[in-house]
Structure formats: C-alpha cells, structure tokens
C-alpha cells in the first residue's frame, strides 16, 4: 500500500511526509527530492513534487524557498 501524502497548500505543514528521511552528506537537493518521491511510493520526483506544490527546476536551481518548504515538509 502505497503512503498517502497530504495534498492542497493549505493542508501542506511542517512533517507533512509519512516517510521522511536525513539529507545525505554531499547529496543534491534534487537528489534528496528524488529520494523522498522514491520513500513515498510516487513514481517521479516531478508527480512528488506536483503533489506537494513544489516546483523540481527550482529545487535543482538551489530556490531558497523551495528548498526551505521541502526541508519543512520533511521535518528538518
């Protein structure tokens, strides 16, 4: 069975993830958002982060608000 992940901005929050995970040492961003897609059941990092409305170029670009709503969707 697959983890559902919560969906729609105004229900995103801190933890939101049902399965969260480290950054690795010397691991990319898009590489972490790829990671968690995988952790979570989704089949893409794109559909991951189209689910959490997140935008994946920005994550790889090193958007800093990107990158802080992801590290605070993961717990971090």
């Not at 399965?19 to 958002?33: D, F, G, N, V």
């Not at 790829?34 to 920005?58: D, H, I, K, T």
């Amino acid at each position: 069975m697959r983890p559902q992940i919560e969906t729609g901005k105004s229900s995103l929050h801190e933890g939101a993830l049902p399965i969260r995970s480290e950054l690795r040492k010397l691991e990319t961003p898009a590489s972490y958002a790829s990671r968690l897609a995988r952790q979570n059941g989704l089949p893409s990092v794109q559909e991951f982060c189209r689910n959490l409305g997140l935008e994946m170029q920005g994550i790889a670009d090193g958007n800093l608000l990107l990158l802080k709503r992801l590290a605070d969707l993961d717990g971090l």
